[in-house]
């Protein structure tokens, strides 16, 4: 186990500086001047450009900004925002609660419909259900996640009035930062409760809407993994041994569909930290993927190569986690392992 | 199961209802449509970071007065000129109270000390705050005040000068901008002594309307009303930015009471504010000029006639209906209507096709023979909400005579950065005044200095044009200085560097609750005087 994650852990550091150079190639191969970002139409003279250039470090060879940048980072410093003069690393870790708050909602809903749909899609095969439910995920899929946010807040927020129409929390409750998930930090305000339940609310539309694509590939996924599953000759024999429907969906045919399953959830969880940009545009998120667009448009070098590690970091974190649960799942990696040996 | 349901849908409804922490307290929320980069305008070059800190926060010498762009006392109750206009002296107003928080408590009123401080940060390279957080200064910079003030010196505990390098009358202007807030020099050394000089930038001390309370990142800002303020204290007790960057989203916010003022709502969705009772539009004729500049370094645009013939061939009432859907009024000078100066005498721009086709037929261009391309605005604003619908419009208008037009553009720093280097033929760019003066329109868009600084797109430098505007600049009697701007625009019309497309209305949606509310034709959002009715 311990030798599975020092290998993983060594096999993600040639990934993460192969991110580290890309990031900070491709952001100055883009045309765009991080100084013209910010004086706008205003425009300055050559020798005020020049002057904001040098304050930038931007007047250097590429060869020794990276050197800079590479000693920054062996230093932990990942840079500051030019736009915001605050620390990349500080901004990264004030938005990344919201990201993890609306994302672990999202793929909850994801999971908890995604997979019981797909189970009995592929359950009741060749019946009317399963094209419709399969039809039901492929509009969930392809939808356009713009529209599809803008017609649920148009229905549930402004029709019915049942929840708010964008932010994380009504602006009458004051809550401190403790921890940045506002679901606990409510728990400190003057009035815990209605807080807590003012967070709750804004957070539905936001994680319905982020969730629908997931949820639809999730009930895809599973009711593939599913019907492959369902056809193999153990599942035959369970039924032979006269087991019950329900013990052999889930004991037997969900158990060995759950590989590919989890890894695709793994796969989701990563684009649905730094995915999120229209979900969080729409509804005014401050997540990591709107931090990170703005910085785009904006030219804001630092944040874009310090952000996109940091996210990198991240990623690779949440897939070994996904491995370590893959490694538990499937008997047989522990196995090869100790063959191995 | 239903028990549950029916739970869900009272907790649902009940939570959607929220009372105030204490139903006393009037809180106010504006829709704001960005974040801002930080707390001190002197760090800052974007509306949404002026709009949450010079506005609430802070106090400039000079102030413009609401809903206008006249200049009035504020942090200094009078000024002095000098007979060379080199030298300005203020005096300041008393009772000044500086805000208390994060550990700080003003023992002093401000002083002269305090504008000292301020702008020696922004002058003074060897200053203790200078390189603090970047410290690039950036719209100081670009108005060229680093090279106008030679120095600033405190003359006693409520008197500053303000030594020049030359004389600029638009410098008491300069002085009423965001940039030029004051900040207090007993709060930077406090900080100094306490090892925490960066936090300057984001711990916001100033003398505003309103206290800093805090802030949650793209989320929302919280501040309170400072019951200290020298002029008449806010009336309302507290002030919310909630920042919401999609139009749709603020305009739906607005309609459930999320907000009780939203910025720029899109042109398609005024209608629906007017039809709902519960809702007001407000608006204002904006100081803002959209614009299309030829480049004039071109080989064909640098040529006077073509440039005519081009500007006839443009439908610019066609653009006002179908892009601005009414809302912008027709421009013919480079300046709009509600700045001192603007030239009536100019005649209105002709449009005529086949005029335009005959002056191309005689400066020698056949149908097809000349091929340019149009950059179209990347980012929606004010004086433009859709290059790139404009410029399928002109696109049509100059396929009409004969002109082939190439469509293009990039996203917003490549543009900028582009057309800084004069890649374009043609080009679709707007400005939104700053400080209510001419020379902030002509001097910055149509100067020999703009073409230096990246400003003046049509890259057009005209030697006449730029003596009546430098002239203009050296003179502070008002009577002057327009008889010099309106040559000045005479010239611009001979000689047409741009076709001047329009003059947008700014609109703000607000609830029908919502008294004292002015909007600003400088664009920023002064809240200062806002007050909420009781009752639905």
Redesign the interface.
């Known amino acids: 186990m311990l030798k599975f994650l020092l290998k993983r852990l060594l096999q993600t550091l040639p990934t993460l500086l192969a991110l580290m150079i890309l990031s900070f190639l491709m952001i100055r191969i883009?045309?765009?001047?991080?100084v013209?970002?910010?004086?706008?139409?205003?425009?300055?003279?050559?020798e005020?450009?020049l002057?904001?250039q040098k304050?930038?470090g931007l007047d250097q060879s590429f060869v020794s900004q990276f050197l800079n940048y590479s000693s920054q980072l062996f230093r932990g410093d990942f840079g500051?925002s030019?736009?915001?003069?605050?620390p990349v690393v500080k901004?990264f870790f004030?938005?990344l609660p919201?990201t993890v708050e609306l994302s672990f909602l999202a793929l909850l809903l994801a999971i908890s419909f995604g997979i019981p749909l797909g189970l009995f899609s592929a359950y009741k095969k060749n019946t009317f259900w399963d094209p419709l439910l399969s039809g039901v995920s492929l509009l969930g899929y392809s939808m356009p996640i713009f529209w599809w946010a803008?017609i649920l807040?148009?229905f549930f927020?402004?029709q019915l009035?049942?929840?708010?129409?964008?932010?994380?929390?009504?602006?009458?409750?004051?809550i401190p930062?403790v921890t940045g998930f506002y679901l606990i930090d409510s728990w400190w305000s003057?009035?815990p409760f209605?807080a807590f339940?003012?967070s709750?609310?804004h957070l539905i539309l936001p994680a319905f809407v982020l969730g629908t694509i997931p949820l639809a590939s999730i009930a895809r996924f599973t009711r593939s993994a599913m019907l492959e599953s369902l056809g193999q000759d153990y599942i035959r024999t369970a039924h032979s041994k006269g087991l019950g429907v329900i013990s052999v969906l889930f004991k037997h045919a969900l158990r060995n569909a759950s590989i590919p399953i989890v890894t695709a959830i793994g796969l989701m969880t990563g684009a649905l930290l730094t995915g999120a940009v229209l979900t969080e545009?729409?509804?005014?998120?401050?997540g990591l993927g709107?931090?990170l667009v703005?910085a785009l448009?904006?030219?804001d070098y630092p944040v874009i190569q310090g952000g996109i590690l940091l996210i990198a970091i991240l990623i690779v974190a949440v897939n070994i986690f996904v491995d370590l649960l893959y490694y538990k799942i499937n008997p047989t990696l522990k196995s090869i392992e100790s063959e191995a040996h | 199961m239903k028990n549950l349901q029916s739970l869900l849908a009272v907790l649902i409804f009940v939570g959607c209802q929220p009372k105030s922490q204490n139903s006393k307290e009037s809180i106010f929320a504006y829709c704001s449509v960005g974040s801002p980069s930080i707390f001190n305008p002197q760090l800052a070059s974007d509306g949404p970071s002026f709009n949450a800190s010079s506005q609430p926060l802070y106090n400039r010498l000079l102030s413009f007065k609401k809903g206008t762009t006249e200049l009035v006392p504020s942090l200094a109750e009078s000024w002095t000129v000098s007979s060379d206009q080199k030298t300005y002296i203020f005096k300041l107003s008393k009772g000044v109270k500086f805000h208390s928080g994060f550990g700080f408590k003003p023992t002093r009123e401000l002083q002269a000390q305090d504008v000292v401080f301020t702008f020696n940060r922004m002058l003074k390279k060897d200053h203790a705050y200078h390189s603090v957080n970047g410290g690039g200064y950036e719209y100081f910079k670009s108005m060229e005040m680093d090279k106008i003030i030679k120095s600033v010196k405190a003359l006693s505990p409520d008197e500053v000068e303000f030594q020049l390098t030359k004389p600029e009358a638009p410098f008491l202007a300069n002085l009423a901008m965001d940039f030029a807030s004051i900040l207090s020099a007993e709060y930077g050394d406090y900080l100094v002594k306490n090892n925490k000089r960066e936090r300057m930038d984001f711990d916001p001390i100033g003398t505003g309307p309103f206290t800093f309370k805090s802030y949650s990142k793209d989320s929302l800002i919280r501040y309170e009303a400072n019951k200290n303020y020298f002029k008449t204290p806010p009336k309302v007790n507290k002030l919310v930015f909630a920042i919401t960057p999609d139009p749709s989203v603020r305009l739906q916010k607005l309609k459930k009471q999320e907000c009780h003022l939203i910025t720029e709502p899109h042109p398609s969705d005024l209608t629906q504010i007017m039809k709902n009772p519960s809702l007001k539009l407000k608006q204002t004729s904006g100081m803002n000029v959209g614009y299309l500049a030829f480049n004039t370094k071109h080989k064909d645009l640098k040529k006077k006639a073509l440039r005519e013939a081009l500007s006839l061939a443009l439908n610019r009432k066609a653009y006002i209906k179908a892009i601005y859907l009414g809302n912008a009024t027709l421009a013919k000078n480079p300046i709009p209507p509600n700045l001192w100066s603007y030239r009536e005498e100019t005649p209105e721009w002709e449009y005529s096709p086949s005029k335009s086709k005959k002056m191309l037929l005689d400066l020698g261009y056949k149908p097809g023979d000349l091929k340019l391309s149009l950059w179209t605005l990347p980012v929606s604003r004010p004086y433009n909400p859709s290059g790139k619908k404009m410029g399928e419009m002109m696109q049509a208008d100059f396929k009409k005579v004969g002109v082939d037009i190439r469509l293009q553009t990039y996203d917003w720093p490549t543009y900028l950065e582009k057309a800084r280097k004069g890649e374009h033929d043609l080009i679709q760019l707007g400005w939104s005044g700053d400080n209510g003066d001419p020379d902030n329109f002509l001097g910055v868009l149509l100067s020999c200095a703009g073409v230096r600084a990246g400003s003046n797109s049509a890259r057009w430098c005209h030697k006449k044009f730029d003596e009546q505007i430098l002239k203009a600049k050296t003179i502070t009697d008002q009577n002057q200085r327009t008889v010099f701007y309106k040559e000045a625009q005479k010239i611009f019309f001979e000689e047409k560097p741009w076709v001047p497309l329009v003059h947008s209305t700014i609109f703000r949606g607000i609830n029908t609750k919502v008294k004292a509310y002015r909007i600003n034709p400088l664009g920023t959002e002064d809240l200062s005087g806002v007050s909420l009715s009781s009752g639905k």
């Open positions: 883009l045309p765009g001047d991080p013209l970002s910010l004086l706008g139409e205003r425009g300055a003279t050559p005020a450009y002057e904001m304050a930038l500051t030019i736009f915001t003069k605050a901004e004030t938005q919201a803008l807040i148009l927020s402004v009035g049942w929840t708010p129409v964008s932010g994380r929390i009504h602006f009458i409750y004051e930062q003057a009035n209605a339940w003012s709750v609310q545009s729409i509804f005014s998120w401050p709107r931090w703005q448009l904006a030219r």
